[in-house]
């Protein structure tokens, strides 16, 4: 078997421009060339490594891959298991340099090729070779000859090293098959850093053995025991996937005080339970600043015996999790709890500190003295940093310069003042934006700096938990994952909207339950009938965006820190993007421009479907169902379609909506924006631009925090 | 709050017969009597026990089902969690006289009552508590003005003590993911011991501390560890089901050989693979009394260091498994290895043991030795039985008498001798055979004896892995819980079919992947696309039936023995039970009788549906799909379809078709019972009903093993 790198002599079909031909690569390489050809596949279809005997990483990566391409072609391989040593003509060769685990920095490049010789995936470490074999499995295709993969030549390095995901486990405890499967969807898309939020006000999640009340008296039952934890990290080190623990505090920490109130800066009782309330079917509108600035339970940092718990704990913590970092939170600490502690402020006083963002910076130092006592670099949410913040300290960014809050500081500033920056400003998935938004985050900045290590999707779990939390991150995070991973100039929407449906549907194969469970959610919704009519609905909505959700629901008792709060309704099973809502935007902007007849007739039959499946829905009985929230929404897209086919009839004739007809229209428009169930009409500006004969207005962007 | 248990004084609306107006239930209560009015629930739904307050059964099953009835009902209520302790007016009591783990025997009864004033569950162990607490759970109704339970009164207990499932992780490995699903389900329907046949030629899938060995050499990675066994029996135990480990000997053992073949009765070297092999594409017809004469991988039972390693082993497992029992298999031993095997052979005539059925009864005897050293019960299957059997061995019955293979004594037969016997006959699921079937299953004697201490459900996993094994226990398992669960005059099929589909959205709603797995499945084959159309075909079909289906696949490497086998065929994804089937049989069988208009329009509409949906998948290139095997099914559904709408006409105008008409039509029919894809089409008897003018055929039966 031969393979040449070089290019000399290959017929090089085309280079692949943003619109690609190769639909299932998410994200995409730096540079891929497709050339003539496909390599067949077929029941002889082996593989063996060139590699060190003992790379366990390597050869648990191949044998899943391997599988995973024997399970979707349905071939029956006969090779059952890839072991060290060559075994003959290989159609697969994957060749590694040097075994090595994730660590940040680590070569992750790789060259993959395929011709007539079979495939090759060259790479310098084991953790490059298993972004290939993900490259790999995402070329296979099918042709009415059977499955394949594309001759190609792809040479691949990713633009930042850190890629990583944030799963809040603590407002809402996500158990371990879930992490799992996030694991295996963060594989696929190349991402290769784990987050755990693992405490917060309404639950500690982590075994202590050292100091069990923790997780005894702060979980009410539902936590990770550290046999489940290094579950998790080895399975996500086989992965590529480095798993680092955040324990936030000083704030966030009312599940710690259920055990230990005597850390807290005001007297107990404490137990688990949400920061805040907010009450219940209130009609007032909410003032989130005065939320925020309520007193809420934070760690007294005046106290020595507080900081010999904390040594304490972060050696066991230190020794459990093999990552060489460890988040300490340090967000949203408002001092009120500190103010109202007459202790304290003496303390301050005779500190000679003078606000409570000094007195944050003096707690924050020292647990930058424990953290590195147990030889870990210390990460922190922006709210740890401040003028003397030591340079190796991690700035996670998640706030918007300009935003609602406060920000600490452009991610460009820190990092070239010194300290590496991870961005999740942007990428917070928990806020319903579509996929293009995080594609597009205008908080990486323009020029990449070495301080800049990348950044992390970040899913929080008030409104969320293990039953729709899938749902809620993917496909999305794809997106996200290409923008960390791919050069700036991969940035083309409807090219990452094509690929992320194809994503969608490869991470549904390998298992996910982001479709399932949307479906899953339709049944119950229907009461286990058939959901095919709901389902052209819910296709079409969006759930409200950003805190008006989030806020808006936190006066029902959400935040019930087990894992089975009722995110059952239309609003939490939807997702933000759909295809249904892409093609339909798509027809709309071309026919605008060409006034083909075929796309016209596409669009005739999408709005004919509208209309008909209001009936439909109002015939099954749709206020008997779980769904009668939604009942406006499907109202509202019958009459609007019924306009929208007006529009056609116009448009072709050349006519216009006179000024009284649109006087009506534009109320029927302005009720069809209106939320109802925590859900929006997601095709409303689409139609308005056929009703108006207008281009399609540019993609909305959304306020970030 | 007060309850009256006493019936005086109550109207009593109707006593519940076979046809049930509780449709939710299954197994269906021994006694319910319905009463007129609802309970209501809201936001203020709460709930307390009178029990001990360490009751940690109790109290983690009424928080499971609290908070699943929330989720369903997404009222969000106000109560978070019970504790112990009465909390003022409570909507639900549930009281325990006695605190109680699982064991064989317990009092399983409980009274469940609901009126006015709330619902009362009382038991006299926290273990009858939890069968009444599923029992409220599958009482949830809902209607125009919202969610409630109905007026009740349910006296229940269970007719069999020992209601198993029975699940072979060996020949593919099972997560622990998909094994507390598992128990979930047994959860809901009453059932209280899960069997884990932990080891086979395939697989040695238990970690041993002992000997390590084991595990490394005979699992290829895929087993579960010490802590997930706990896991599992703790998972298990919280919701009253008691585990029972298999370690399968003497035959079945050719994962152990890997680590140990020392003590095989033919020289290794092993490594864990099937024990026989088909050839691949074989056409000629299987001959299954040879292949199951072939010598296999076999203990040898005359060496000492053989019993001193298997003592220790057990020791070791008898310490891990709370339960009582400890299961060692003894099935499918042909003596073959022991015959060929001159050493074995010379012993035998030292000892004169006169044939291999002897050397089995000796090898069973020194194993029975071991057990009771570790104080366990042993439990075999039914090879392990002979004349000099000790009496408190217990017998677990899978051949039918009369059967293919050799029974070893009817069931009432060993029963009476002495040894408790646990029923499996007529209950394995692999074998793709209807709900009816198992639920009529004539092997359960007609006179109860308390030595038949109940059946065990059977899930073998040569061609299941872990991506289907769920919808291939789910929903049937229900009908054979409620055989070992409710009186044996709760027999009607089509009332337990009306209850079973109904059992199957509530398992669906709690999060089993059964329905998600089946359409998982309809999207692979659909290349990601809409499959509904597909649905429309693959809900009329049933997996070939039993051996068929098991030994015509064996000659494709499919006991690759990790979870990633390519199960994802037609075949393999398909339901032997529908609601669209039943429907359609139902529908025919009434319009047959009652030549009623309605019933005729139902009938064209489906017969029409189906084809119409035909040249739909044609059109939508059928043949490039995933599917292409199935297309004859959907060809042929077709055709038959076309006669049956002929033959509804043909009734209409009293007039029959002519022996011509008949040649060609009795060719459609046969073409139409050939299997394609590893399917058949299930329709197909009902249509020929319609055609001939003949009542339905009986239920058909099949031959057990």
Same mark, same amino acid.
Do not use: C
């Given at each position: 078997m031969k393979f040449s790198l070089a290019l000399a002599g290959l017929f090089i079909s085309f280079i692949l421009a943003a619109q690609s031909p190769l639909p299932g690569l998410m994200p995409y390489p730096k540079s891929a060339i497709l050339q003539d050809g496909k390599y067949r596949l077929n029941a002889s279809f082996n593989a063996s490594c060139i590699a060190d005997d003992k790379d366990d990483i390597l050869y648990s990566s191949v044998n899943r891959i391997f599988h995973g391409i024997n399970r979707k072609t349905s071939l029956y391989f006969k090779q059952q298991y890839i072991k060290p040593g060559i075994v003959g003509k290989t159609s697969l060769i994957v060749k590694v340099a040097k075994k090595s685990d994730m660590f940040r920095g680590v070569d992750e490049s790789y060259t993959l090729q395929v011709n007539s010789e079979g495939i090759m995936v060259d790479a310098a470490t084991s953790i490059g070779a298993i972004r290939g074999l993900e490259t790999l499995q995402q070329l296979l295709q099918k042709d009415t000859a059977g499955f394949y993969i594309p001759f190609v030549l792809i040479k691949d390095v990713p633009r930042f090293s850190w890629r990583g995901l944030m799963i809040d486990v603590a407002r809402h405890f996500i158990p371990i098959d879930v992490i799992k499967r996030n694991i295996d969807a963060m594989a696929t898309v190349k991402m290769n850093v784990l987050h755990l939020h693992l405490t917060d006000d309404e639950g500690f999640r982590i075994e202590s053995k050292l100091f069990p009340k923790l997780h005894e008296k702060g979980s009410n039952g539902q936590y990770f025991t550290q046999d489940q934890v290094k579950d998790i990290i080895s399975y996500a080190r086989l992965r590529g996937i480095m798993v680092v623990p955040e324990f936030d505090m000083p704030g966030h920490t009312r599940a710690w005080f259920a055990a230990y109130p005597e850390f807290a800066s005001a007297p107990g009782p404490y137990e688990p339970g949400p920061r805040f309330s907010v009450p219940a079917n209130s009609n007032e509108p909410i003032n989130i600043a005065a939320i925020m600035s309520v007193p809420t339970p934070t760690i007294d940092p005046t106290k020595e015996e507080v900081y010999k718990f904390l040594d304490k704990f972060f050696g066991e913590m230190a020794n459990l999790f093999p990552s060489p970092y460890i988040h300490i939170g340090a967000d949203e *600490?408002?001092?009120?709890?500190?103010? *109202?502690?007459?202790?304290?402020?003496?303390?301050?006083?005779?500190?000679?500190?003078?606000?409570?963002?000094?007195?944050?910076?003096?707690?924050?130092?020292?647990? %930058?003295?424990?953290?590195?006592?147990?030889?870990?670099?210390?990460?922190?949410?922006?709210? $740890? *940093?401040?003028?003397? $913040?030591?340079?190796?300290?991690?700035?996670?960014?998640?706030?918007?310069?300009?935003?609602?809050?406060?920000?600490?500081? @452009?991610?460009?500033?820190?990092?070239?003042?010194?300290?590496?920056?991870?961005?999740?400003?942007?990428? #917070?998935?928990?806020?319903? $934006?579509?996929?293009?938004?995080? %594609?597009?985050?205008?908080?990486?900045?323009?020029?990449?700096?070495?301080?800049?290590?990348?950044? /992390?999707?970040?899913?929080?779990? /008030?409104?969320?938990?293990?039953?729709?939390?899938?749902?809620?991150?993917?496909?999305?995070?794809?997106?996200?994952?290409?923008?960390?991973?791919?050069?700036?100039?991969?940035?083309?929407? =409807?090219?990452?909207?094509?690929?992320?449906?194809?994503?969608?549907?490869? $991470?549904?194969?390998?298992?996910?339950?982001?479709?399932?469970? #949307? /479906?899953?959610?339709?049944?119950?919704?229907?009461?286990?009938? =058939?959901?095919?009519?709901? @389902?052209?609905?819910?296709?079409?909505?969006?759930?409200?965006?950003?805190?008006?959700n989030l806020f808006g629901r936190l006066g029902n008792p959400t935040q019930l820190s087990n894992n089975s709060s009722p995110f059952v309704e239309g609003g939490d099973i939807i997702f933000p993007d759909s295809e249904v809502k892409r093609t339909f935007r798509k027809n709309i902007a071309k026919y605008l421009d060409k006034k083909d007849p075929e796309t016209e007739f596409l669009l005739k039959q999408q709005l004919e479907l509208w209309i008909a499946n209001h009936n439909v829905l109002i015939k099954a009985g749709m206020m008997q169902s779980g769904y009668a929230n939604l009942e406006a929404h499907s109202a509202n897209l019958q009459k609007i379609s019924v306009t929208g086919l007006k529009a056609l009839e116009k448009i072709k004739t050349g006519q216009v909506f006179s000024a009284d007809e649109m006087t009506e229209i534009q109320k029927e428009l302005k009720d069809a924006r209106m939320p109802h169930g925590n859900a929006e009409l997601d095709v409303v500006l689409e139609i308005e631009s056929l009703i108006k004969q207008t281009l399609l207005p540019e993609p909305k962007m959304y306020p970030f925090f």
């Open positions: *600490n408002n001092g009120m709890a500190w103010k *109202n502690n007459p202790a304290i402020v003496s303390f301050m006083n005779q500190k000679g500190i003078k606000d409570v963002h000094e007195l944050q910076a003096y707690f924050v130092k020292r647990m %930058y003295g424990i953290v590195q006592k147990h030889k870990k670099t210390m990460i922190g949410w922006e709210e $740890l *940093n401040s003028p003397d $913040l030591p340079k190796d300290v991690v700035v996670q960014k998640w706030i918007a310069d300009g935003g609602f809050m406060k920000s600490h500081g @452009k991610p460009l500033d820190i990092a070239i003042k010194g300290n590496p920056v991870i961005i999740s400003t942007g990428f #917070y998935t928990d806020h319903f $934006l579509p996929a293009y938004i995080h %594609y597009q985050n205008p908080n990486i900045p323009a020029t990449d700096h070495p301080n800049i290590w990348g950044g /992390e999707a970040a899913q929080w779990t /008030e409104i969320a938990d293990a039953g729709n939390i899938e749902l809620r991150i993917w496909p999305r995070t794809g997106a996200i994952a290409e923008r960390l991973w791919s050069p700036a100039n991969v940035n083309n929407n =409807e090219n990452m909207y094509d690929r992320l449906f194809h994503l969608s549907k490869q $991470l549904d194969e390998q298992g996910l339950q982001h479709i399932a469970s #949307y /479906e899953r959610g339709l049944r119950r919704l229907s009461n286990g009938n =058939e959901y095919y009519n709901l @389902k052209n609905l819910t296709d079409v909505l969006a759930p409200v965006r950003v805190m008006k």
